[in-house]
């Protein structure tokens, strides 16, 4: 499939999409949507691949929906946003929270409605200091989707995330930070090297306990402790016997750094 709407490389176990419409901040359409599928679906079936960058051209980062795809003639049957959702945005979020690898997203502009909550359903957002998060759903009558209500109030807390959810406010990169919605602001001109460092020590890193950790992270939001207790000795009982345990046990071992082949 070739690409429109969005920017898509795979290289030394990483992967970058951008999203390509700068003109739109970035907004998602139905095609943007199937050129999101293809690519992921990609980087879900190379097995070499141990990182994956998200992030947007120009001076957003996602605006959302593109609302033009929404604006009906009078008379005319509005779009089934819920056929939408189930078939663009619910696939999308839990992809990027189930990938087997760490999800980091640049938000290099504003995020704003599913654009926002996308990102949240990444592992790690850095955030440009001019970026902003904009839960704009209420401004045309909507609730938060793609996750939006799932994230938020674990994310910040309710009360928190019920004044983001209602007012429409902007939330700058640098609150959101502060807040401990996103992992860390930055500098814009220091976005791409901090982003850059993080994805090269995510393609050394032992992939696959990375992948399990987020596995067991995310199982905790419904479990109790006991249930947790489960959830890690099972996980922690495959990564027993992995070849990247071993690399780490041998190479703390011998005082050198290890070598993790993600395997
Ligand atoms: O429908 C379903 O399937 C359900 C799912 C819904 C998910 C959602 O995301 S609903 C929420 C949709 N998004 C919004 O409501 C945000 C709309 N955009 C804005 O409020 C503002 O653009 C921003 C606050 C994000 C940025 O403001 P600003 O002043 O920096 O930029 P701008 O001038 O508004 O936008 C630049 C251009 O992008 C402009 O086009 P123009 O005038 O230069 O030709 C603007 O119309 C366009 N644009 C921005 N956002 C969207 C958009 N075009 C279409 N859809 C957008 N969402």
């Known amino acids: ?24 901040l970035n907004s998602f359409t139905d095609a943007m949507h199937a050129e999101l599928r293809d690519a992921l679906s990609h980087v879900k079936g190379d097995g070499s691949l141990r990182a994956l960058l998200l992030t947007g051209a120009g ?18 049957e509005p779009v089934d946003i819920g056929a939408t959702i189930e078939r663009n945005y619910k696939p999308l979020v839990l992809t990027l929270q189930t990938l087997p690898m760490p999800v980091v997203c640049a938000v290099n502009g504003v995020a704003a409605g599913a654009g926002a909550n ?14 902003s998060f904009i839960q704009a759903f209420c401004k045309i009558g909507l609730l938060p989707d793609a996750g939006g209500t799932y994230f938020l109030p674990r994310l910040v807390g309710t009360g928190r995330a019920i004044g983001l959810a209602l007012t429409g406010d902007k939330l700058s990169a640098e609150q959101a930070a ?10 814009d001109s220091e976005l791409s090297a901090t982003v ?5 020590q995510f393609a050394a890193a032992p992939t696959r306990a990375l992948a399990a950790t987020k ?7 419904g479990n109790t402790l006991k249930a947790q207790l489960d959830v890690e000795r099972d996980l922690q009982q495959m990564l027993g016997r992995s070849a990247d345990f071993q690399e780490g046990v041998a190479a703390f071992r011998a005082k050198r750094p290890p070598r993790f082949s993600g395997r």
Request: aromatic letters at 6%.
């Open 1 to 24: 499939m070739s690409y429109q709407n969005i920017l898509f490389q795979s290289e030394a176990g990483i992967a970058r999409i951008t999203l390509n419409r700068p003109d739109r």
């Open 59 to 76: 001076r957003g980062f996602c605006a959302g929906q593109d609302l033009s795809e929404r604006e009906v003639p009078p008379g005319m």
């Open 118 to 131: 996308v990102a949240l359903a990444c592992d790690i957002i850095v955030a440009a200091k001019s970026a």
């Open 178 to 187: 502060q807040w401990g919605l996103i992992w860390k602001c930055v500098e």
């Open 196 to 200: 850059e460092a993080l994805l090269q």
């Open 215 to 221: 596995e067991a992270l995310h199982a905790s939001a």
